[in-house]
């Protein structure tokens, strides 16, 4: 299993902003998975996209893969106060599915 | 949707007791994972398993076991707990396939002083 490296650690904007957060890892995949995570409580799945798409939508989240740069980003449009919370991504590799998760991405939406 | 409920939001336990933190999915899924969080270093993974009495070691599963007797319940145990296990305590189970991911517990905070 391979941990996802979340960039930047933290980021902070305005409300309608966009935010755009990226994770890097190391080896084939097959599948990279985003999650988020209110403060104190547990992860929430936001998305999965597999090894073979480039591309996703789920309302107001686009999630890009590059396999070639080995690399994802999420990008949160039009930002709202509630989606601060901390950002997680997780690479799936090898046959056991297992997540290994990275330190995250620190949103605060100022309102 | 899968349900998985951890049984405690909040434990306060005592240095040299056994911890039990219990974790129940409601989808009869076979993986199971127990990770721990802290601040600056993300999640870890303690224990999985892949079905009923199988177990298999995460990155950090010195100072703790796990129970599988029950395809629905997934216990993580600290044999006898130190102050460097106070953490946050999450239990996950994958959804059915597709796109669904992990489905997370809210997470056992527990305190060990």
């Known amino acids: 299993s391979q941990q996802g490296e979340e960039d930047p650690q933290a980021l902070s904007i305005q409300e309608g902003e966009n935010a755009t957060m990226n994770c890097s890892y190391k080896?084939?995949?097959?599948?990279l998975q985003w999650y988020r995570q209110n403060s104190g409580r547990g992860l929430v799945h936001l998305i999965l996209?597999?090894?073979?798409?480039r591309e996703k939508h789920s309302g107001r989240l686009r999630v890009t893969l590059d396999t070639s740069k080995k690399s994802s980003s999420l990008l949160i449009t039009a930002s709202r106060a509630a989606d601060t919370a901390s950002y997680f991504c997780?690479?799936?590799?090898?046959?056991?599915?297992?997540?290994?998760f990275g330190k995250g991405t620190k949103l605060s939406v100022k309102p | 949707d899968v349900k998985v409920t951890q049984s405690s939001r909040y434990l306060v336990k005592r240095t040299g007791e056994k911890v039990f933190l219990e974790c129940v999915q409601d989808m009869d899924h076979e993986n199971m994972f127990w990770y721990r969080q802290d601040p600056g270093l993300g999640l870890r993974l303690i224990y999985f398993s892949y079905d009923v009495k199988m177990k298999e070691k995460g990155d950090i599963p010195e100072g703790y076991s796990v129970s599988r007797e029950k395809k629905e319940r997934f216990s993580l145990i600290l044999e006898s707990a130190s102050t460097n296990q106070t953490s946050m305590y999450l239990c996950?189970?994958?959804?059915?396939?597709?796109?669904?991911?992990?489905?997370f517990g809210s997470g056992t905070r527990l305190t060990v002083v």
């Open positions: 996209i597999r090894s073979n798409e």
């Open positions: 080896t084939s995949i097959n599948n």
């Open positions: 996950a189970t994958p959804g059915a396939g597709g796109s669904y991911g992990y489905t």
């Open positions: 997780a690479p799936e590799s090898g046959s056991q599915g297992n997540l290994i």
